[in-house]
């Protein structure tokens, strides 16, 4: 977890930096709440995107493995590696690999377009070479999976993600009309530690919308870019 006071005295420096602005508790906690839930939904996206480009990819230190070590030090999220698919039905939540169970043997079912089984199915030739299973989703939440003897129907099963983050908070009382930090009303960030940086920036790119300084706001976007640009090393 990121501890909320570390965030927001960090923000508030930086805002405040040549008498620029400054972001009242109310504001810091709405705006580091949105950050909170925009990175988590990001690594979703980013994990489709990469398991696409690099399907086999799952060495240590690799960004499949680093965006799932994320998601799953979230607090509050429950994952599941092996969860039952009924009828293609896909469970509530968000779905990442699929498998298929056959004689004690987990394998990892790879995504295609629907016309790709049909064109491998009417062709005797590459039906006798199509070894693999695989799947494509059929609708809202519901996959097919097929292989060369016809559509699959049991034995499989998916990883599951459920949960989200929860409500950060800056808790504070007044003191000389001031707001003073008070750790026994406030609520950590969820997100791993590393984030800590991002978080930072994102909430000052807001801040800059905000207190309307475009000179925050191309800061705080520049430093988001660098990050990024790192990240993707």
Known sequence: MINIDTVYQTV???ANKEQRG?????EFNLFVNQVQSDIFEQ???????FRERRPQMHEVGDSVTELMRKIRRVNGITY??????????????HIGKIFLNQGGIRRTLKLINPDEIQDLLASKWHKKGFTDAVYFEDGD???QAWDNTGQITSGLSCERITGKPGLAYWGYIIVNEAPMFDPN???DIDLIESEQ????VK???????SIEDPTLYQAAAAEESLNLQQENK
């Open 203 to 209: 909430i000052l790119k807001l801040a800059g919308i």
């Open 197 to 200: 940086s991002n978080v930072i």
């Open 43 to 49: 690594y979703f996206y980013d994990l489709n995107a």
């Open 22 to 26: 400054y972001l009242t508790p109310q």
């Open 141 to 143: 939440r519901s996959i």
């Open 80 to 93: 599941s590696a092996s969860h039952g698919i009924g009828g293609g039905a896909l469970p509530n939540g």
């Open 185 to 187: 009303s406030s609520v």
């Open 12 to 14: 508030q420096a930086l």
